[in-house]
């Protein structure tokens, strides 16, 4: 499989999915 | 004591726009410059002339971004980094900055030191060197993305995010 950092807006794809993941995990640890 | 933190956000700011603006140009714009300057045989201009310099202002203004960031946390910096008080938003930008720093310090700079000859290495090193460089770069833009979202909304905009 490729490294989807390989590509640049494979690395923004990737920012933006890190950001709702940790966004729904920091939600859950607080409620 | 009011002028630390004030001193300290503008601080932080501006160093901060300078690192991953730096970031960015280097993963935005570098990147696919060399490719081409590569091609047609003009790359010293920037890894000579451009890169050494870009690289000076972005492994240090890391430093100061942290370092301004850490006094603007001030008495909060506990609770930023265990995630708690209220403070669990700003704490994850931070973890995310420091994680960031460290990136840059611990694997960046020693493997563009190789790469643009500032440390002797063989070629065999130079291309691992290059490869550990390029993803812990990208690694990092990526790791921009959320951090900005903590960091922009972790603090001023909480209550909307319920953060």
Request: hydrophobic residues 60%; aromatic residues 12%; contains cysteine.
């Amino acid at each position: 499989m490729k490294n989807p950092l390989d590509s640049l807006w494979g690395t923004v794809i990737c920012g933006v999915l890190l950001t709702a993941i940790l966004y729904f995990i920091v939600k859950s640890i607080l409620t | 004591m009011d002028w630390v933190p004030a001193i300290a956000r503008w601080l932080h700011f501006m160093a901060g726009v300078m690192w991953i603006g730096l970031l960015y140009y280097f993963n935005f714009v570098q990147v696919a410059a060399l490719k081409a300057a590569t091609a047609d045989g003009t790359a010293a201009g920037i890894t000579k002339h451009v890169a050494p310099r870009a690289l000076l202002f972005f492994r240090w203004s890391a430093v100061v971004t942290w370092l301004a960031g850490a006094a603007l946390l001030g008495n909060q910096f506990v609770n930023a980094f265990t995630l708690s008080k209220g403070m669990a938003g700003i704490g994850v930008g931070a973890w995310l900055g420091t994680i960031m720093l460290i990136n840059v310090w611990a694997l960046i700079w020693p493997n563009q030191q190789k790469i643009l000859g500032l440390k002797p290495a063989t070629d065999e090193e130079k291309v691992k060197a290059r490869r550990v460089a390029f993803l812990t770069s990208r690694v990092n833009t990526m790791l921009s993305i959320p951090m900005l979202f903590f960091m922009a909304g972790g603090w001023s905009h909480r209550a909307i995010f319920g953060l």
